[in-house]
């Protein structure tokens, strides 16, 4: 088992453990319906995983606020408004890195980033979710050599490229 599989299991285990102990009727749940609460519990676990692989890497929205000297409802609006991306986790709103120019220094939002996800905002209106962008950005795309849009953000060359890869992800999502 690799390292986040052995942690996962055995997180998982320690926490079924101790659940168990803190509630002793769960011993009389049918094994049938053990199985099936385990599955469940393993394609959760599982999908988070994948989010976290898809989203790269992250700050939080009230850190990156504090970087650009503006406030969380300022990105919130920004948000909102299809010019920046963000995916609301439990406890903090993450912002994949990729959007962002100048990390650690004087941290600007990417035109790049800005131009793809307004064209997803505009293309799918009301139906414009931005696990869409996320996910798009963290697939390989024809219409920019087989690259993920996330890893070539920076490059403004690419920016007419990066945005006809975005509309046709967008339209076929419409």
């Given at each position: 088992m690799g390292d986040a599989l052995s942690t996962l299991v055995d997180t998982f285990r320690e926490t079924l453990d101790q659940q168990f102990k803190r509630h002793p009727k769960l011993y009389s749940v049918e094994?049938?319906?053990?199985?099936?609460?385990?599955?469940?519990?393993?394609?959760w676990a599982i999908?988070?995983?994948r989010w976290h692989l898809a989203l790269g890497?992250?700050?939080?929205?009230?850190h990156l606020a504090r970087d650009l000297g503006e406030t969380p409802k300022d990105?919130?609006?920004q948000v909102a408004r299809g010019e920046l991306v963000a995916l609301q986790g439990r406890f903090d709103t993450?912002?994949?890195?990729?959007?962002?120019?100048?990390?650690?220094?004087?941290?600007?939002?990417?035109?790049n980033a800005v131009a793809v996800i307004h064209v997803f905002y505009e293309i799918l209106g009301r139906f414009y979710r931005?696990?869409?962008v996320i996910s798009w950005a963290a697939?390989?795309?024809?219409?920019?050599?087989q690259r993920r849009p996330?890893?070539?953000?920076?490059?403004?060359?690419?920016?007419d490229d990066l945005i006809r890869a975005a509309t046709a992800a967008a339209r076929s999502l419409r």
């Open positions: 094994a049938e319906a053990a199985e099936d609460f385990a599955r469940d519990a393993a394609d999908s988070h995983c890497e992250t700050i939080s929205l009230e990105l919130e609006d993450f912002i994949p890195v990729w959007q962002i120019e100048g990390m650690g220094d004087k941290p600007r939002i990417r035109e931005p696990e869409n697939t390989k795309q024809e219409e920019i050599g996330r890893d070539v953000m920076e490059d403004e060359s690419l920016k």
